[in-house]
Each structure stands twice: as structure tokens, then as C-alpha cells.
């Protein structure tokens, strides 16, 4: 009898050993996810603070206010002048853009961190069942690759925007001033 409960005490522990060996492998698969996921956020941290949005702000005031100037005043039908005018316009509204995703992406960055960092805690200290584990997983994986994107695109706007507005306001300065010079103020 002794030798019967031996072995299925010996057998019992080896199940448990093997399970929690398994539960210990599968865990640390999941805390590597989560880790990669927090990489990715933390480099698009990186590259988010990159953005000037103070130049992009003094910019687009500067365009809002041009643009409001023309709008009032200059009644031209010319029509390279009205199509450049429209290209600065939409120069103004990218810029426009760019600052409020910059504003909703900070806090997107923010949240995904603590989310993440959440989970992470969660499944170490055995909180996360497997099923919920996938869930929020999945949903997190779907927010950092829409943060990797996101700022990938505010990065090119920025470029983009900023080189427009210095190749355009020269030329819409110099249309203000000959409507000032016409006695348009």
C-alpha cells in the first residue's frame, strides 16, 4: 500500500512540476510579448518628442491669420494665384491636423504604456487568466501598431508641412503686401 500511494504521490507531483513548468514557459512567452509591445511604444516615445509643435504652431497662426487677411481682401481671379492660395490653404489645415493627432497620440502613448505595464504585473504575479491574457493582448497589439503608425505619419506631415509653409510664405506675404499697397488693410 505504501508503495501504491508513493507512486501516485510521486506521479501527482510530477503532474504538478509539469504543469507549473509548462505555466512558468507560457508566462514568460507572455511577458516577452508584452516587453517587445513596450519597446515599440517607447521608441515611437522617442520619435513623437522629435516633433516641433511649437514651430508648427507659430506656422500655422501665422497662415491662419494670411489666410484670413486674403480671404477678405483679395478678389483676383487669377488663377495660378487662387490655386496657390488653395495649396497654402490646405498647407494650413495639414498643420492644423498634425497638432491635434500630436495631442490625441501623447495620450494614446501614455495610456498603451499603462495598460501594458498593467498586464505585465497582472500575469506575473498570476492574475491574468489565459482567455483575458489574449483579449487584452490583441487589443494592445492593435493600439501600438496604430502608435507606430500614427507617429510615422505625424513625423512625415511635420516634414512635409513645414517645408511647404517655408517655400509658400514669402510669396503669400508679397500678395498681402500688394494688397496693402492697394490700400486693402
Not at 66 to 77: A, L, N, P, R
Not at 115 to 131: E, P, R, V
Request: hydrophobic residues 35%; glycine residues 4%.
Amino acid at each position: 500500500m505504501k508503495t501504491a500511494f508513493v507512486k501516485n504521490s510521486l506521479l501527482a507531483f510530477t503532474l504538478i512540476l509539469l504543469i507549473s513548468s509548462c505555466k512558468n514557459e507560457e508566462t514568460t512567452k507572455m511577458l516577452g510579448t508584452i516587453d517587445q509591445l513596450i519597446v515599440t511604444v517607447d521608441s515611437s516615445n522617442v520619435v513623437f518628442k522629435t516633433i516641433d509643435t511649437a514651430t508648427i504652431a507659430e506656422a500655422k497662426a501665422n497662415a491662419e491669420s494670411q489666410i484670413e487677411y486674403i480671404k477678405k481682401f483679395y478678389t483676383d481671379t487669377n488663377y495660378q494665384n487662387a490655386r496657390y492660395i488653395d495649396v497654402y490653404n490646405s498647407n494650413f489645415k495639414l498643420m492644423r491636423k498634425l497638432l491635434k493627432g500630436y495631442d490625441r497620440l501623447g495620450s494614446e502613448i501614455d495610456f498603451s504604456k499603462s495598460q501594458l505595464t498593467h498586464l505585465s504585473n497582472d500575469i506575473s504575479h498570476g492574475f491574468a487568466a489565459d482567455s483575458s491574457y489574449t483579449k487584452y493582448l490583441e487589443g494592445e497589439k492593435k493600439a501600438v501598431t496604430k502608435i507606430r503608425i500614427t507617429t510615422k505619419t505625424l513625423v512625415e506631415w511635420e516634414q512635409k508641412s513645414v517645408k511647404r509653409y517655408h517655400g509658400m510664405v514669402q510669396p503669400i506675404d508679397s500678395i498681402i503686401t500688394e494688397l496693402q499697397n492697394q490700400g486693402f488693410r
